[in-house]
Every structure is written in C-alpha cells, then in structure tokens.
C-alpha cells in the first residue's frame, strides 16, 4: 500500500533574526526537559535543559522558557547564523519517577537559516 | 575524551543475515541506550541499560538484542536482520540528567 511521509514542522528565519521554537510535552510528571540539535547526518547534540522548579534558563545565544501550566517548551535563538540551520527536538523526563532517565522525544522542528 | 562512539557508521545487511553494533563511552556513565531514528521521527528506543550486567526493553525492542558485558560498552544485535530494521541507529549514555548521543550507524537492510 502507500505509505504516508511524516512531514516535520518548519521554521524559517533570516540571518541575524531571533528564532523561537515550540514544543508541547504531554506528561504532567515529567519534571526534566531538554533541547538537542542534530545536524544532518549527526547525532542529536544536547544544548540546554530546564529542570521544573525553573520557568527559564539562559545559554551563550539560547534560552529555553517552561510553561508547566500548558506543558509547553520554548528554545530562543538570539541572532540566528547559519550553523543554526538543524532539526531541534525537545525530551521529557521524570527524573524523580525512578524511571531510569528514560527521555520522551519530540518529532523535532527543521530551522533553515536564510542568508 | 572522545565521549560516545559507534561502530561501524555504515552497513549493509541482505534479509536474514546478522550483525552486531559496537557502542563506547569513556565518560564512565551507568546509564546507556540505543535508539532508532526514521525519517521525520523523533527517536524511539530500543533497549537500555542501568548498569554493567542489566538491561531492559524499550519502545521498540522487537528483532533487537542488547548486552552490557562491560560498562563502557553496549552492545545491539540483530539476529535475522529484516527490511523494517534499515534505519539510523543512535546509542546514547547518561549519569545524572542529560543524554550524550554517539554519530549514528546508518544500516541499510535489503
């Protein structure tokens, strides 16, 4: 039969412009997140993580903000260059649920990064 | 301090034949996974480890064997190597929080 292609979420922004991506968790438990890059044909390289007890955190150019009323993640990019250019994914975790640091993934957003 | 690492980064398997991928960390990390990623999917897991000499089924464990003989190593195999196993296989390992992942084995399966 046909298959159906999974389409991940875009984002485009211009060189030097702010980027923000969403992310929308789902386990009211988890109380660990964090945001990976992965370049093409790389593995998924952590940038920053939040703990719960915490609605923001600041990075060299990133910041995460944690919104645990919505469950929802976001990653700031200051400044966009074009080694920004990468699938983002946020994970979820609950380290305190004994759950063997198991990370929840996202289907990741694709950032292209236009000159 | 070379972190994670897999090999091979690249193979290709016929229907039925078996192979084993070889994951390192020189970070002395308890925790350790494997992963699969497919096209415009987030990672899944496979199988993971707590410890030298423990494992556990992940997500997707089906047709895949793991071992953790040695602490820095883990490994995944494959018995009888199918079609629906082509994809990139991530290995990652942890201590307190964060997930450090290795550069991926593509694994092509005909």
């Known amino acids: 039969g046909e298959s159906v292609g999974l389409h991940l979420p875009t984002l485009s922004v211009q060189e030097g412009d702010n980027s923000i991506i969403n992310c929308a968790y789902s386990?009211?438990?988890?109380?660990?997140f964090i945001w990976y890059k992965q370049e093409s044909g790389k593995g998924p390289q952590f940038i920053i993580d939040?703990?719960?007890?915490?609605d923001k955190r600041q990075g060299q150019r990133v910041t995460v903000l944690l919104n645990k009323t919505v469950k929802h993640l976001s990653l700031q990019i200051a400044a966009t260059q074009p080694g920004d250019s990468a699938v983002y994914f946020c994970?979820?975790?609950?380290?305190?649920?004994?759950?063997?640091?198991?990370?929840?993934f996202g289907s990741g957003t694709q950032l292209t990064v236009l000159p | 301090n070379a972190g994670v690492t897999q090999t091979p980064k690249f193979r290709v398997l016929k229907t039925g034949q078996s192979m084993t991928l070889l994951c390192a960390q020189d970070?002395?990390?308890?925790?350790m996974y494997w992963y699969r990623q497919d096209p415009g999917m987030g990672l899944r897991l496979i199988h993971y480890?707590?410890?030298?000499?423990?494992?556990a089924k992940g997500e997707v464990p089906d047709g895949y064997n793991v071992s953790r003989l040695k602490k820095q190593n883990f490994l995944l195999g494959l018995e009888s190597a199918a079609p629906s196993q082509t994809s990139v296989y991530f290995c990652?390992?942890?201590?307190?929080?964060?997930?450090?992942f290795g550069p991926g084995t593509r694994l092509l399966v005909l």
């Open positions: 990652a390992s942890s201590s307190t929080s964060g997930q450090y």
């Open positions: 970070m002395n990390h308890e925790y």
């Open positions: 939040i703990r719960s007890n915490m």
């Open positions: 994970a979820e975790n609950n380290l305190s649920g004994g759950s063997a640091r198991q990370l929840t």
């Open positions: 386990n009211s438990a988890s109380d660990y």
């Open positions: 480890s707590v410890g030298e000499g423990t494992t």
